[in-house]
């Protein structure tokens, strides 16, 4: 009885943990834990956003203006610059006067934005700490740049990932479809019964092949392969990825679109037959368009394989964080990214949060993709009836 | 000269022999009917007429058919252009899940008929053939699944009289419809004897007996009886006949 | 008539060039299935030995074996089935023997088949929240095999549910007829004749285990590890993250591609075996429970 429920169970688990892991990232300050930004007690500048700050250090911003502050340039402060302004015997030998010499510093430069550990902050501090606005979920979903690990501010954009991701999937499918569904055709209308008894299974056999094994062939022979075709810098592209994505997709959607295909009643192919259609009329003129619903269910299946696979796209793509261009340059998609950067990421850390996040995306797609699916076919089996 | 013509036809599924050395011919213009019990071989036969048996795997057959004098079994026959000659109407009506109106375009467009108005000519005069016309006329672009039962039959007909074949097949075409439509189709096919040649497959006797200038009576593979209707019904040569025709097995 | 001949002459034409292509198509693809097979057979043959089956990988993976990786192989395998292959097999009895049709079993279903479709690395996220962190298991081969155990959850209740269905009604309506209870009925009657074919999906779930490696990465695999696990709390190496890790990011990835290719080889072996013996069990009780 229990166990009748586990899988309902194991999905609402799953939801649970990866939905309170992910919000983390939305609720907490988007600075690394022992950091703080700081500036003049006099800066009129009171809340600031993750991107501004970025915008500050890659000196996009450079007056306190741009921010709604004073007409006032802004000056850089990481705590690495501090020997700029002191000598080192000012800072003392084992930088004992450090914290003391930064909140002189921050209390004459009216300008100043500080960044650095707060156990270097004294304890008269004469500075004011800034607030940092919290990640927003559609500046998560818009933003353009991936930098999860920069400082003084992590970069939480998820855009270019889910392009690459879009990319690899869409370049898979486009190239699974045809093919898949002239194998489907092959098997459902044309082969032999002994024929197709002996091939089904051989295809079958391609969803078998663990994905590492795919991405170690990819990245021994299609990479290199890509590489001297188009002649590239690197082979490590989203088109790698979308290849192999393809030959694992085709035996989902060659199965699906399969038995869909048998699905149509030999009434209808008969009754075509007997009109004088030869049987390739037959088969695109009535048995496509009958099992069209089928079709789409499995190129959606095949869609979803090829978005949440993990392994094989890490290791062929390049695992490039930009927004993609063409399929010839190195993408990243969600699915690698969680899985090179999850080990590196500390625990209940912001960046294990925003992973969790993607996470969070990853299972809403493919859960969107099962129900779309289920819809698909059931609207199928109406017709049928 | 017969319109079809066969000639120690023999044929096998597999192992099992379900044909025996048939030989029959039909003159044109005529109805025959194909009587005999479930299994006789009378629907195995009617579907060698327009190569239909060739879709099913591990299938034998001998002898030779002819129709119009041309063997149809012979290589230099184009199955299509049989098919398009000889056309057929099945047990359940089966139309395709298309609108009435291309349910009965669907057999010119594939034959090669690109022209507009040809095409809406013949559908028209093919659904005013089977008297479907003043019912269907409204709702031409309507799925042809919103039709009764009758009407998707005589849409099945329709549509195979479109692409103007010489002969036609019925394997059985009242069998799923009720009394009303199944008179409306009988008395259809009576007219339409004008112009074609037509073999039916029927379990009900009195159906033949209706519509049927001859009757072939069928049993276990081989051709028991094939007389008038007349004679077929009424003095009938063979007891095997008689037997079935009075009801006493079958 | 002859119109018509040219007609059907292009029809046919049009015809084999279609079947050409399809035909071909699919021959492409079985034909693709043997490159790679075939690629890792020739450039792993060589590799595998007695010693790269039993030793311990040696000067930076570049040398030596892969033991630990297969016995951390086997334990995963054996800890997911020790709790899928139970849970799924009751839970796919209960829905089918117990279970009336309606929308608690529809449901129950969606549920399956949505766990079904989840990518495996946000079972791997999941793992790791769950086994590793909350419940305390830490990078282990409990939190690794639980986290694969629910990943071939789905698989196990589906076979199992298929080969229940297969059981002909009237065994059961012949056990109800002698007086026997339900239980009595699924456990003596249904469930010996379906076992069968539910052994199969244990091994095709064997198959998939093992070559699973997203849902391992943050909960069970280490990087390389100098001896072999003692309990199920300790980490342990895979076979399919080994070979990701010699082929993506080991020390020295060009010397080490030797070792890569024997890796795949071994993956590849036990995926194979699982599957042609599943397939070869179906057919051979398939045919047996027909005649019967």
């Not at chain 1, 994505?245 to 199965?255: C, G, K, Q, R, V």
């Amino acid at each position: 009885m229990l166990s009748s429920a586990a899988t309902s169970i194991t999905v609402i688990l799953i939801v649970f943990f990866l939905f309170i892991e992910g919000a983390g990232v939305f609720t907490k300050k988007p600075i690394d834990d022992g950091f703080l930004l700081a500036v003049s007690v006099d800066n009129q500048v009171k809340k600031i956003k993750p991107s501004e700050i970025k915008d500050i250090y890659d000196q996009k911003i450079t007056n306190w203006k741009q921010l709604g502050g004073k007409d006032l340039p802004i000056v850089l402060f990481r705590a690495g610059d501090i020997t700029d302004y002191y000598t080192e015997e000012e800072l003392g030998k084992n930088f004992e006067f450090f914290p003391d010499k930064i909140n002189e510093l921050i209390a004459k430069t009216p300008g100043i934005i500080a960044f650095f550990s707060d156990k270097y902050k004294a304890k008269d501090f004469k500075g004011r700490e800034l607030d940092i606005d919290k990640i927003k979920v559609s500046e998560f979903l818009s933003g353009e740049e991936w930098f999860p690990t920069a400082q003084p501010i992590a970069q939480m954009g998820v855009k270019p990932l889910i392009y690459g991701t879009l990319w690899v999937s869409l370049g898979a499918i486009l190239l699974a479809l045809p093919i898949g569904l002239a194998a489907a055709i092959y098997l459902s209308e044309i082969a032999k019964k002994r024929t197709r008894s002996l091939l089904k299974p051989l295809i079958e056999l391609l969803a078998a092949i663990p994905s590492v094994v795919y991405g170690f062939f990819g990245l021994v022979i299609i990479v290199p392969l890509i590489q001297s075709t188009f002649d590239l810098p690197v082979g490590e592209t989203g088109l790698a990825g979308s290849v192999v994505l393809a030959i694992m997709a085709l035996p989902t959607i060659i199965t699906i679109s399969e038995d869909a295909m048998r699905n149509t009643p030999r009434a209808m192919k008969e009754a075509s037959l007997a009109l004088g259609a030869s049987k390739w009329q037959t088969i695109y003129k009535i048995v496509i368009p009958y099992s069209a619903s089928g079709i789409t269910a499995g190129a959606i299946l095949g869609i979803g394989r090829a978005i949440g696979e993990t392994m094989a796209v890490l290791m062929v793509t390049g695992n490039a964080a930009v927004i993609p261009h063409t399929l010839l340059e190195p993408v990243r998609t969600i699915p690698a990214t969680i899985a090179a950067e999850l080990g590196e990421a500390p625990n209940g850390g912001l960046h294990y949060e925003a992973l969790f996040a993607l996470g969070c995306i990853l299972f809403i797609i493919t859960f969107g993709i099962n129900m779309l699916v289920e819809l698909v076919t059931n609207r199928n089996s109406h017709k049928k009836h | 000269m017969h319109k079809i013509e066969s000639k120690n036809v023999n044929f096998n599924y597999g192992e099992f022999q379900a044909l025996h050395d048939i030989s029959m011919s039909m003159k044109e213009n005529t109805v025959t009917a194909l009587i005999g019990p479930s299994g006789c071989g009378k629907s195995t036969y009617l579907r060698l007429l327009n190569r239909m048996n060739d879709l099913i795997d591990n299938t034998h057959m001998t002898g030779s058919i002819l129709i119009d004098g041309v063997d149809i079994y012979e290589r230099q026959t184009n199955v299509d252009d049989l098919r398009k000659n000889v056309g057929m109407v099945f047990q359940k009506p089966n139309p395709f899940p298309k609108t009435i109106y291309e349910n009965v375009a669907y057999g010119l467009r594939v034959n090669g008929i690109t022209d507009k108005n040809e095409i809406e000519e013949r559908v028209v005069t093919s659904i005013e053939q089977v008297a479907l016309w003043d019912e269907v006329k409204d709702k031409l672009k309507k799925s042809a699944f919103e039709l009764s039962g009758g009407q998707q039959q005589r849409l099945c007909i329709a549509r195979a009289l479109a692409i103007q074949p010489s002969v036609l097949l019925m394997d059985e075409p009242t069998s799923a419809l009720d009394p009303i439509s199944t008179a409306k189709v009988e008395e259809l096919i009576y007219e339409l004897k004008n112009k074609y040649t037509i073999v039916i497959v029927t379990h009900n006797m009195q159906q033949a007996g209706r519509v049927s200038d001859n009757t072939a009576f069928f049993y276990m593979g081989k051709l028991i009886e094939y007389d008038k209707t007349k004679t077929i019904f009424t003095k009938p040569t063979i007891k095997q006949t008689e037997d079935y025709i009075t009801g006493r097995f079958g | 008539m002859s119109q018509q001949s040219s007609l059907a002459k292009k029809k046919r034409r049009n015809q084999n060039i279609a079947f050409g292509i399809f035909t071909f198509t699919s021959y492409a693809i079985v034909a693709l299935l043997f490159v790679i097979l075939a690629f890792i057979v020739i450039k792993g043959i060589g590799v595998i030995s007695w010693e790269f089956i039993t030793e311990m990988p040696k000067n930076g993976m570049t040398e030596g074996g892969i033991f630990p990786a297969i016995v951390g192989t086997l334990c995963l395998v054996l800890v997911s089935m020790v709790f899928a292959f139970p849970v799924g097999v009751l839970a796919a009895i209960y829905m089918n023997e117990y279970v009336k049709d309606g929308w608690i079993k529809k449901i129950i279903k969606q549920m399956t088949n949505n766990l079904a479709g989840v990518p495996s690395i946000v079972f791997g996220l999941f793992g790791m929240s769950l086994f590793v962190n909350k419940m305390g298991f830490g990078d282990s081969i409990l939190a690794g095999g639980l986290t694969l155990g629910l990943l071939v959850l789905p698989i196990v209740i589906r076979t199992t549910e298929e080969s229940l269905k297969a059981v002909d009604d009237t065994f059961r309506q012949a056990s109800y007829g002698l007086g026997a209870s339900k239980w009595e009925t699924t456990s003596k009657i249904v469930f010996p004749i379906a076992f069968p074919n539910i052994i199969t999906g244990l091994i095709l779930s064997v198959g998939r285990v093992s070559g699973e490696t997203a849902p391992i990465l943050f909960t069970v695999a280490a990087y390389f590890l100098p001896k072999l696990p003692t309990s199920i709390f300790d980490q342990a190496m895979a076979l399919p993250y080994h070979l990701y890790v010699i082929s993506t990011s080991g020390t020295n990835i060009e010397a080490s591609r030797a070792m890569a290719y024997g890796t795949a080889l071994v993956l590849i072996i036990i995926v194979l075996i699982s599957n042609l013996l599943a397939n070869a069990l179906r057919k051979y009780y398939g045919n047996k429970v027909k005649t019967n």
